[in-house]
């Protein structure tokens, strides 16, 4: 399995306050705020543009210039240390032309280095069916780690359809790229992957694709979780809370405070619960302590969270399960809306708009609420569900 600290605390992307102004002075303050306002160190992800280049893997020295002091300030705070990296090369660096000359980008069908668009504008990739560019990828993410303590590494844009009509070292399927791309974060025990195709119960974080602010997307995390899990992707991240997608956060935007509230209490006690959106920048004190509370609340079920983790990773069975799942052949195949961790915890979080409460579908067994009384299955019953509440129940029996 990836490392435990991916299960037990918050993880903490520097994506949404900082977007493309990655930089050591306000990565560190992102990091400092994390504990003055009350949250544990964990897991903290520099997004994308720390770099130089695409594939050019040298800290901007600009935007970084003591990155070594940096990294151990983190750690001394108690965090780790992930960078985001991708398969593209800026095309107008000196990587770039070291690469083409060795023969280790994908081409297009008239021999040359291929230029391949994608979010960021137009670059070459990485031919990762020639086994001398995996050698010199892991040796660049390898001289990071060694030499500047970096723990471990986000995986980007390795999709298969950026591979579609280029001519590699070996005629492989596209989708085989991306299989390849994903097997480097083997190495990294502190991994995630957002793309990803035949690695299912292999030790990688699986992050779902970037959810807007948004109900509707809200929405989807649930069913988007169970569905990853029954694939094989059982070590797997809902995006970020409030939303992973930038463009939802651009000046302008109207913050829904409510929103980032019931986001965090369903990553609550999903597998793995992740932060960008700094919520004390947003948030008025009520909604703050509504988002605090939720992880105290991860706190208390860690160890149970992390116990089913280890089991999955013996077992293969999801950490995450549909009602279906869990208590099959009881009409429950349609329940979109909450969710077990295990066999015994189960979580109903509030997905809509203004509710106060919420009807949950109790399965047989003995349950428990958060208040301690004790309800008995199969039933359907409404349980209070404020602002500051995430229903759920433990089985007891």
């Given at each position: 399995?990836p490392?435990?600290?991916?299960?037990?605390?918050?993880q903490?992307?520097?994506?949404?306050?900082?977007?493309?102004?990655?930089?050591?002075?306000?990565?560190?303050?992102?990091?400092?705020?994390?504990?003055?306002?009350g949250?544990?160190?964990?897991?903290?992800?520099?997004?994308?543009?720390?770099?130089?280049?695409y594939?050019?893997?040298?800290?901007?020295?600009?935007?970084?210039p003591?990155?070594?002091?940096?990294?151990?300030?983190?750690?001394?705070?108690?965090?780790?240390?992930?960078?985001?990296?991708?398969?593209?090369?800026?095309?107008?660096?000196?990587?770039?032309?070291?690469?083409?000359?060795?023969?280790?980008?994908?081409?297009?069908?008239?021999?040359d280095?291929?230029?391949?668009?994608?979010?960021?504008?137009?670059?070459?990739?990485?031919?990762?069916?020639?086994?001398?560019?995996?050698?010199?990828?892991?040796?660049?993410?390898?001289?990071?780690?060694?030499?500047?303590?970096?723990?471990?590494?986000?995986?980007?844009?390795?999709?298969?359809?950026?591979?579609?009509?280029?001519?590699?070292?070996?005629?492989?399927?596209?989708?085989?790229?991306?299989?390849?791309?994903?097997?480097?974060?083997?190495?990294?025990?502190?991994?995630?992957?957002?793309?990803?195709?035949?690695?299912?119960?292999?030790?990688?974080?699986?992050?779902?694709?970037?959810?807007?602010?948004?109900?509707?997307?809200?929405?989807?995390?649930?069913?988007?979780?169970?569905?990853?899990?029954?694939?094989?992707?059982?070590?797997?991240c809902?995006?970020?809370?409030?939303?992973?997608?930038?463009?939802?956060?651009?000046?302008?935007?109207?913050?829904?405070?409510?929103?980032?509230?019931?986001?965090?209490?369903?990553?609550?006690?999903?597998?793995?619960?992740?932060?960008s959106?700094?919520?004390?920048?947003?948030?008025?004190?009520?909604?703050?302590?509504?988002?605090?509370?939720?992880?105290?609340l991860?706190?208390?079920?860690?160890?149970y969270?992390?116990?089913?983790?280890?089991?999955?990773?013996?077992?293969?069975?999801?950490?995450?399960?549909?009602?279906?799942?869990?208590?099959?052949?009881?009409?429950?195949?349609?329940?979109?809306?909450?969710?077990?961790?295990?066999?015994?915890?189960?979580?109903?979080?509030?997905?809509?708009?203004?509710?106060?409460?919420?009807?949950?579908?109790?399965?047989?067994?003995?349950?428990?609420?958060?208040?301690?009384?004790?309800?008995?299955?199969?039933?359907?019953?409404?349980?209070?569900?404020?602002?500051?509440?995430?229903?759920?129940?433990?089985?007891?029996?």
């Open positions: 399995m490392d435990e600290l991916l299960f037990t605390y918050p903490y992307n520097t994506w949404i306050e900082l977007m493309y102004d990655q930089n050591q002075k306000d990565v560190l303050r992102y990091a400092n705020a994390i504990i003055q306002n949250m544990p160190p964990g897991v903290l992800m520099i997004d994308d543009n720390w770099q130089e280049d594939g050019k893997l040298n800290f901007h020295p600009g935007r970084f003591s990155l070594k002091l940096l990294i151990d300030t983190l750690h001394a705070k108690g965090f780790k240390v992930m960078l985001w990296v991708c398969p593209f090369i800026s095309a107008d660096c000196n990587v770039y032309r070291y690469l083409e000359k060795n023969n280790l980008l994908v081409k297009d069908k008239n021999g280095a291929a230029i391949i668009r994608w979010w960021n504008g137009a670059s070459g990739l990485l031919d990762l069916t020639n086994p001398e560019t995996v050698k010199w990828f892991k040796a660049q993410l390898n001289k990071l780690t060694t030499e500047y303590g970096v723990d471990g590494f986000k995986f980007d844009a390795g999709d298969y359809h950026f591979y579609k009509n280029v001519v590699a070292y070996k005629n492989v399927p596209s989708t085989m790229h991306t299989e390849l791309f994903a097997k480097i974060g083997l190495d990294y025990r502190l991994n995630e992957y957002r793309a990803m195709f035949k690695m299912g119960g292999q030790p990688i974080a699986n992050r779902l694709c970037d959810k807007n602010h948004n109900w509707p997307d809200l929405q989807k995390l649930i069913p988007n979780m169970i569905l990853e899990g029954l694939m094989g992707y059982t070590f797997s809902p995006d970020m809370i409030g939303g992973g997608e930038f463009k939802s956060f651009l000046d302008g935007a109207v913050i829904d405070q409510e929103l980032i509230v019931r986001f965090a209490q369903c990553h609550a006690l999903m597998p793995m619960m992740q932060f959106v700094a919520p004390w920048r947003v948030l008025d004190k009520p909604h703050l302590n509504a988002v605090l509370n939720t992880v105290k991860r706190e208390k079920f860690k160890d969270i992390l116990k089913t983790t280890k089991a999955s990773a013996i077992t293969g069975e999801p950490i995450l399960r549909s009602m279906e799942y869990a208590f099959p052949k009881n009409g429950y195949a349609l329940i979109k809306d909450q969710f077990l961790i295990g066999d015994s915890l189960l979580v109903a979080p509030v997905v809509e708009k203004g509710l106060v409460k919420r009807k949950i579908t109790v399965p047989k067994g003995v349950w428990k609420t958060a208040e301690g009384k004790i309800i008995k299955g199969p039933k359907i019953m409404e349980m209070d569900a404020d602002i500051n509440t995430l229903p759920y129940l433990v089985k007891i029996k």
